[in-house]
């Protein structure tokens, strides 16, 4: 019992509605109970009018009231106490209580009853009352956590059963886009409606994005980053997404430490930060992001949240919007809740932060007041480990070309047909196959070039992406293999291909990222 009084604790101070005529008993009360380690903040009635009224007005955590009243007593307080708040305690005092009274006030859901003449009793009481409330408002709020994470997985299984073939959609969209605005050109009329539907599909892939990364349906091997290095990367573009009445400075720390995360979900938790910073500053103002060493102790304010004592890396994005209240401060994390207008917000940027600082094993804090802006502080667990060697950009200049024999496997047509105009426009020679069955029999039977490179989908009916590939380099060691998917990397991951090593693009990919991949692969 101890235990769990240690985890759930009694508010203070408390809010008590007391129902007695006598002043000097009123003070006995609260001094009583505040001499026993209770602050009390007590509010005395005497009739039922400003009895009712107290109770309205609300804010009341405790009823304590006299049953000897003539006009209006407790049992009288006590139905009413029960008629609008059922869930408020109700503590009754009698002269005298017999067998009888004290069963009807039970049966009218009085908390405890004791005498005046044992009024020593109150302070167990008030204790045990306030006891049961703090359990069954925590009972609640773990039963609203089941309640969500039930929501959560149910919305998993939403996003990663519609992922395939919105990421297939996704994929012709925005490959057929972006070779309509190759061949028309800056200069031609249609062309920025051409460019109109690459970045609304772009937006989409984003917030598919998003939605699985949020019901944990992608998963990342994390690696050692500096934030630093994210935060200078991301720079350039991040004064492009705001406004040009909106200053964006950065103050990076010293000799900062690394974290272990994934530099992708830092860059995407910076820019969903900066982007509601921006929206929250309508008239302009000044954005600052921040990068510090820092180390809690036990006695650090941070400390008696959520963020426990350690060494930290604070990554702090600060405002000068206009703030928040209390009530949207609470709701903030909330999938879907979103106080921006329809066109603007999803309601999904924040709920993504906590998940990608949660993964990285940190801690969000946000200090907001109404008219002085808003500070995030994101602390994230500092480790010594050196960051990973970078790798050589290929993501630059012009499409690579080339002349080698590629194999092509892909059930969905529109995907399959576009990867085909994709590379033979590059000059590669390409056959293709709608299932892993049928690649191959198209490997077995070709006799020109040698095929360099097989670029399958993961997923297929008949015959697996892996299963067929395994079968081909069997018989032709030197083939090379690019794996591509459109489903939550949970599903694929049982197929091996985001082991170490093994060359995988997700989709949708666009003629850029697909050629540059393939020549990678190829050149390796």
């Known amino acids: 019992m101890a235990a769990r009084q240690e985890k759930v604790r009694m508010k203070t101070p408390l809010s008590i509605l ?23 903040s007590i509010t005395r009635v005497s009739g039922r009018n400003s009895f009712v009224a107290s109770l309205v007005k609300g804010g009341m955590d405790l009823v304590l009231a006299d ?28 002269g005298s209580l017999d067998e009888d009274l004290a069963m009807e006030f039970f049966q009218q859901g009085a908390t405890e009853c004791i005498l005046k003449a044992r009024l020593w009793r109150l302070v167990p009481a008030v204790r045990r009352a306030m006891q049961q409330v703090a359990e069954r408002v925590e009972r609640g709020r773990l039963e609203e956590q089941a ?29 057929h886009s972006e070779i309509v605005l190759t061949d028309l050109g800056p200069d031609h009329p249609s062309f920025q409606d051409a460019d109109q539907i690459k970045q609304a599909a772009e937006r989409a892939a984003t917030l598919t994005r998003q939605l699985l990364l949020f019901s944990r349906n992608e998963t990342v091997p994390p690696v050692v980053v500096d934030i630093n290095e994210v935060v200078a990367s991301t720079e350039k573009m991040l004064r492009r997404l705001i406004n040009e009445n909106v200053e964006l400075s950065v103050a990076s720390g010293d000799q900062l430490g690394r974290i272990r ?16 910073a921006r929206d929250a500053m309508p008239g302009g103002g000044t954005v600052k992001i921040e990068t ?61 932060c906590q998940t990608i600082v949660k993964r990285a094993g940190g801690r969000i804090v946000v200090e907001s007041e109404l008219g002085k802006g808003t500070t995030f502080k994101i602390y994230l667990p ?7 060697p970078a790798t050589p950009s290929i993501w630059e200049g012009p499409l690579p070309r080339g002349s080698e024999t590629v194999l092509v496997v892909e059930d969905d047509p529109a995907v399959r047909h576009l ?55 069997a ?17 694929i991951a049982q197929h091996g291909v985001l082991d170490p090593g093994v060359a995988f693009l997700p989709k949708p990919y666009t003629p850029a990222t697909i050629t540059r991949k393939v020549r990678q692969l190829l050149d390796s």
Request: one cysteine or more; charged letters at 20%.
């Open 147 to 175: 309640i969500q994470a039930q929501k959560m997985e149910m919305f998993g299984h939403l996003a990663g059963g519609v992922a395939h073939d919105f990421n297939n959609i996704l994929a012709v969209i925005l490959g």
């Open 261 to 276: 995360g994934d530099a992708g979900h830092v860059q995407q938790l910076i820019m969903n930060l900066v982007i509601n």
């Open 382 to 388: 500092r480790v010594d480990e050196l960051p990973c």
């Open 67 to 94: 049953c000897s009243l003539p006009s209006f007593n407790g049992l009288a307080a006590l139905k009413v106490v029960r008629e609008r708040s059922p869930d408020l305690p109700c503590i009754l005092v009698a």
């Open 18 to 40: 007391h129902l007695e005529s006598d002043p000097k008993r009123g003070v006995l009360v609260q001094a009583m109970l505040e001499s026993n380690g209770i602050p009390c």
């Open 419 to 473: 990867t085909l105009a994709i590379l033979q426009a590059q000059g590669y020679e390409v056959f293709s196959a709608s299932n892993g069955q049928i690649g191959l029999n198209v490997a077995r039977r070709h006799c020109g070039e040698p095929i360099r490179l097989v670029l399958t989908d993961v997923i297929m009916p008949k015959m697996p992406g892996d299963v067929m590939a395994d079968s081909l380099k």
């Open 292 to 352: 510090s060493n820092v180390t809690l102790a036990e006695s650090h304010p941070a400390s008696d949240g959520e963020v426990g004592p350690g060494r930290y890396v604070l990554l702090a994005v600060a405002d000068t919007g206009t703030g928040m209240t209390s009530e949207v401060k609470a709701r903030l994390f909330e999938a879907f809740f979103t106080t921006k207008s329809k066109n603007l917000g999803t309601g999904l940027g924040l709920a993504t």
């Open 475 to 491: 018989a032709y060691p030197d083939v090379k293999v690019l794996y591509t998917s459109g489903y939550t990397d949970d599903i």
